[in-house]
């Protein structure tokens, strides 16, 4: 009780809290972002073989032989290189990476700088989202939002996917959210159930709708479905009134940025570019200023 006093009463304290659990979060969805797709390769592996064979099924013993589990808790994490297992004080977000110096303490292979990256990143954004909430629930839901969001967003950025495994328990987890939306409603998280709703629905929509007229016009994809269902989660966790400005910036700050990765790395314009982190970031901008963008822009044109 204690705890939830201090954390209540001092907002540096609870903001800094918020830093080392998004450093820690960090290094957990390091392993989220290196093992869900792996998992969804498997899974995809194993029912292509049943397609394949379907007469096979009828012969398999009743009591099929054992595999090696792979899930985001087991194996134990290890070097990819060596394969020599990582213990704790390997695994210290951040300081780990530094008192290694990169390497791996057996083979002494380098270690990607993706891994302090992300911690860092991670703790970074829950410390934001900690002092623009400040303590309670609607902070909480924040910080949730906002680790979805990163794990989505380096996993489309490695594989140009968005797992389903990711985004539909965000989109159920906002719509159930809503449910409990105070109704003050000053909080950017969680929005009513009549919003909410509307969100989900209308984020998913718009991007179906782009993305089946684009096919029609040029017979190609424009994106993927994974980037329909991302939109339809912010949708539900944001509202659907935030779903334009998210779109907007993220198409923005996506040609931007595409344009500046064809001309580095000397690619033509039908190389595909991930949309879902663009979206990601963008829906995190809503959460955290969304509410003044809109009613800013809003407000331009009541004067």
């Known amino acids: 009780m204690s705890l939830i006093i201090l954390l209540s009463s001092s ?3 609870f903001i800094g809290v918020c830093l080392l659990l998004g450093l820690v979060v960090g290094s957990f969805l390091n392993v989220v ?5 792996i998992m969804m390769e498997r899974q995809w592996r194993e029912q292509c073989a049943e397609l394949e064979h379907p007469d096979h099924a009828a012969t398999l013993p009743a009591t099929p032989p054992v595999k090696e589990r792979f899930n985001l808790v087991v194996p134990r994490s290890a070097c990819p290189a060596c394969k020599a297992p990582i213990t704790a004080f390997q695994n210290i977000p951040m300081l780990s990476y530094v008192f290694l110096r990169g390497r791996c303490a057996s083979c002494g292979v380098r270690i990607s700088l993706r891994y302090p990256i992300v911690e860092a990143l991670t703790g970074i954004l829950s410390a934001a989202v900690a002092w623009k909430l400040g303590f309670g629930w609607p902070a909480a839901a924040g910080l949730v939002l906002t680790w979805f969001l990163v794990a989505l967003a380096f ?5 140009q996917l968005l797992p389903d495994s990711l985004t539909l328990p965000l989109l159920w987890l906002g719509l159930l959210l809503s449910l409990f939306a105070p109704v003050s409603g000053m909080s950017p998280v969680p929005v009513d159930m009549r919003s909410s709703i509307i969100g989900a629905i209308a984020g998913y929509l718009s991007l179906w709708s782009v993305y089946h007229l684009f096919r029609l016009l040029t017979a190609k994809e424009g994106m993927g479905y994974g980037d329909f269902k991302l939109l339809a989660a912010l949708g539900a966790w944001l509202g659907w009134r935030m779903l334009l400005p ?5 198409a923005a700050v996506g040609a931007v940025a595409g344009i500046a990765l064809l001309a580095a790395r000397g690619q033509n314009r039908s190389t595909p570019i991930a949309f879902g982190p663009f979206l990601a970031a963008a829906g995190w901008l809503m959460l955290m200023s969304g509410r003044e963008l809109v009613s800013g822009y809003l407000g331009l044109f009541g004067r």
Do not use: G, Q
């Open 11 to 13: 907002p540096a304290f």
């Open 246 to 250: 998210t779109v907007l910036i993220a």
């Open 155 to 159: 996993i489309d950025i490695d594989h």
């Open 33 to 37: 972002i290196h093992r869900v797709p």
